[in-house]
């Protein structure tokens, strides 16, 4: 299979997995559209052309996000392999939740776990929490008070502080895109 077959045939996968699932922004974007800007973003802004990264992009989210029970999880995982090869499969694990655990404890394990990510799954988590930190600036959870989104924020600098030294480019994107964050929620908190 060659690169764009590759990166064409996950975008495919994903989009079935994904197709009743939405942002939770006021405009209710379809969730398939933030794995194609994560891949998008390594790829046109971070000038990561690894096909096999970008591919993992695209995937990253679909075993935290796809799947109920346990042997729905094992069953997934046995289709990635068999259809993306055990190096694909191998990133996107590492950048899984392990959803059995309290949401709390899953923040806490992406800080602890970031600095002993492979380079790769370090490029693909820190070009996820660029594009959440956008979300979050530009079209947050429409629940969410401001001072939710302001620990949203310190948390994503906390995991990505761990994902430092992959990709300078990606680096100063997230700084970017976290100082746009801090200066829209600044001041009144909620």
């Known amino acids: 299979m060659n690169d764009i077959s590759l990166i064409l045939r996950a975008l495919e996968f994903v989009a079935g997995r994904h197709r009743k699932q939405f ?8 969730y398939i559209n933030h794995p194609i800007q ?23 989210d679909v ?15 046995a289709k990635i392999l068999e259809v993306f ?42 070009a996820d929490k660029i594009m959440n930190v956008r979300d979050m600036t530009v079209n947050p959870p429409v629940t969410w008070p401001k001072s939710r989104i302001r620990k949203y924020l310190d948390w994503s600098e906390e995991v990505a502080n761990g994902l430092r030294g992959v990709n300078k480019k990606l680096e ?7 100082r746009a964050g801090r200066i829209k929620y600044e001041g009144n908190i909620k």
């Open 23 to 30: 942002r939770k922004g006021e405009d209710k974007s379809p």
């Open 38 to 60: 994560v891949a998008s973003l390594l790829a046109n802004e971070a000038d990561e052309k690894d096909p096999v990264l970008i591919t993992a992009a695209i995937l990253h």
């Open 63 to 77: 075993v935290e996000d796809t799947v109920e029970t346990k042997k729905e999880k094992n069953e997934l995982i």
């Open 85 to 126: 090869g055990e190096e694909i499969l191998s990133i996107t694990l590492e950048v899984t939740d392990d959803k059995s655990l309290s949401k709390k404890e899953r923040k806490r394990m992406q800080v602890v776990h970031a600095p002993a990510l492979s380079e790769r799954a370090k490029k693909l988590k820190l």
């Open 172 to 178: 100063d994107i997230f700084d970017e895109n976290l």
